[in-house]
């Protein structure tokens, strides 16, 4: 289960809860104080649905886990189509100009109070693009670059309205790449401290690898 789905498990029980306190019939200072209780729980849901929404792009990071499945299909020279599957997402395809292809993360770290509560970071995936092996051919070719977020997320949302609140902090995690190779399929790893790892998906990638040199 996402972090998105615990949290609105946990905005239903308090939507209900809340509810039950508003609609409790009673009178005198008891009709006032479950009216004033109500009105916290359901604030409490709504800010958490809310937060759930924001948060439903991220995964949690509990172990190493297979996150990504990148298969290549040459096209042309240092041209190549990319069928990526995040997680449990339809794939899609996409096109990448260069030698080797590359995929960036963002992961989301709380700060301590929120660690000692075993509160566990969570990432997304931010981008694909290709990368050229030559640093001049870098500085001069085609770049393709493909955005793989969805809209706006937590970490915007915080930046905006909550900056100076010590809720999380953010770092990329380590961008993962390898060589475009027609044919190949890779498979990339999120550790739970945020980086990543690519690895052939099958004996065959690693043996095209093999006869590339890497």
Not at 145 to 158: K, Y
Not at 178 to 188: E, R
């Given at each position: 289960?996402?972090?998105?789905?615990?949290?609105?498990?946990?905005?239903?029980?308090?939507?209900?809860?809340?509810?039950?306190?508003?609609?409790?019939?009673?009178?005198?200072?008891?009709?006032?104080?479950?009216?004033t209780?109500?009105?916290?729980?359901?604030?409490?849901?709504?800010?958490l649905?809310?937060?759930?929404?924001?948060?439903?792009?991220?995964?949690?990071?509990?172990?190493?886990?297979p996150?990504?499945?990148?298969?290549?299909?040459?096209v042309g020279p240092?041209?190549f189509?990319a069928?990526?599957?995040?997680?449990?997402?339809p794939?899609?395809?996409?096109?990448?100009?260069?030698?080797?292809?590359?995929?960036?993360?963002?992961?989301?770290?709380?700060?301590?109070?929120?660690?000692?509560?075993?509160?566990?970071?969570v990432?997304?995936?931010?981008r694909?693009s290709?990368?050229?092996?030559?640093?001049?051919q870098e500085?001069?070719?085609?770049?393709s670059?493909?955005?793989?977020?969805?809209?706006?997320?937590?970490?915007?949302?915080?930046q905006?309205?909550?900056?100076?609140l010590?809720i999380?902090e953010?770092?990329w995690?380590?961008a993962?790449?390898?060589?475009?190779?027609?044919?190949?399929?890779?498979?990339?790893?999120?550790?739970?401290?945020?980086?990543?790892?690519?690895?052939?998906?099958?004996?065959?990638?690693?043996?095209?690898?093999?006869?590339?040199?890497?």
């Open positions: 289960m996402t972090i998105a789905m615990w949290l609105w498990v946990v905005a239903a029980a308090l939507f209900l809860v809340g509810a039950w306190a508003w609609l409790y019939r009673t009178r005198g200072p008891a009709k006032l104080l479950l009216r209780l109500g009105t916290v729980l359901l604030l409490a849901a709504l800010g649905a809310g937060l759930g929404g924001l948060l439903r792009q991220y995964a949690w990071l509990l172990e190493d886990v996150a990504a499945t990148i298969s290549l299909r040459g240092q041209r189509e069928t990526l599957r995040l997680g449990d997402t794939a899609r395809t996409l096109e990448v100009a260069g030698d080797e292809w590359q995929l960036d993360a963002r992961v989301i770290r709380w700060t301590l109070p929120a660690q000692l509560g075993g509160l566990a970071p990432y997304r995936f931010e694909l290709g990368r050229y092996t030559d640093p001049a500085l001069s070719s085609e770049r670059v493909h955005d793989l977020r969805e809209d706006w997320d937590f970490w915007e949302f915080r905006r309205w909550l900056a100076d010590p999380a953010a770092r995690g380590s993962a790449y390898l060589p475009m190779i027609d044919g190949a399929t890779y498979q990339v790893y999120v550790s739970p401290r945020g980086g990543l790892v690519a690895k052939p998906a099958d004996t065959a990638t690693a043996r095209l690898l093999d006869e590339a040199g890497w």
